[in-house]
C-alpha cells in the first residue's frame, strides 16, 4: 500500500498549488480520501475530505472557499487545488485514505512540504 503526495514547494502569498495524491496497493474507489495538514509546532488537522464517489467534498473553515479537493478513481489520485495561499497554509500536507465501511482501516502518505512565503 503506498500513498504517495507531490506539488508541494514554496509559493508567495496569494499563491495558488495543486497537490497530487497517487495511491498504490487499494481498492482506491471504496475509501474516503482526505487531506491533512502539520504546521511546525502545530497537531495534525483535517483540511478537506471527499467521498468514494465524489459526491460529498468538506473543506474546513480556514480553507472554504480557496481550496478545492476532487479525485479520479480512474487515475487512483485526489488532489487539493489550493488558490489565494496564505502563510498560515504552510504546513506539510498528508494525504489519508480511510476505508469506506470499515474506518479502522486508514493509510497515509509521507506527505509534502507547503511553504508561503514573500
Known amino acids: 500500500v503506498q500513498l504517495v503526495e507531490s506539488g508541494g514547494g514554496l509559493v508567495q502569498p496569494g499563491g495558488s498549488l495543486r497537490l497530487s495524491c497517487v495511491a498504490s496497493?487499494?481498492?482506491?474507489?471504496?475509501?474516503?480520501m482526505n487531506w491533512y495538514r502539520q504546521a511546525p509546532g502545530k497537531g495534525r488537522e483535517l483540511v478537506a475530505t471527499?467521498?468514494?464517489?465524489?459526491?460529498?467534498?468538506y473543506h474546513a473553515d480556514p480553507v472554504e472557499g480557496r481550496f478545492t479537493i476532487s479525485r479520479d478513481n480512474a487515475k487512483k489520485t485526489v488532489y487539493l487545488q489550493m488558490t489565494s495561499l496564505k502563510f498560515e497554509d504552510t504546513a506539510v500536507y498528508y494525504c489519508?485514505?480511510?476505508?469506506?465501511?470499515?474506518?479502522?482501516?486508514?493509510?497515509w502518505g509521507k506527505g509534502t512540504l507547503v511553504t508561503v512565503s514573500s
Open positions: 489519508n485514505a480511510r476505508h469506506l465501511r470499515v474506518g479502522s482501516i486508514s493509510f
Open positions: 496497493g487499494f481498492t482506491f474507489s471504496s475509501y474516503v
Open positions: 471527499i467521498t468514494d464517489n465524489s459526491s460529498t467534498t
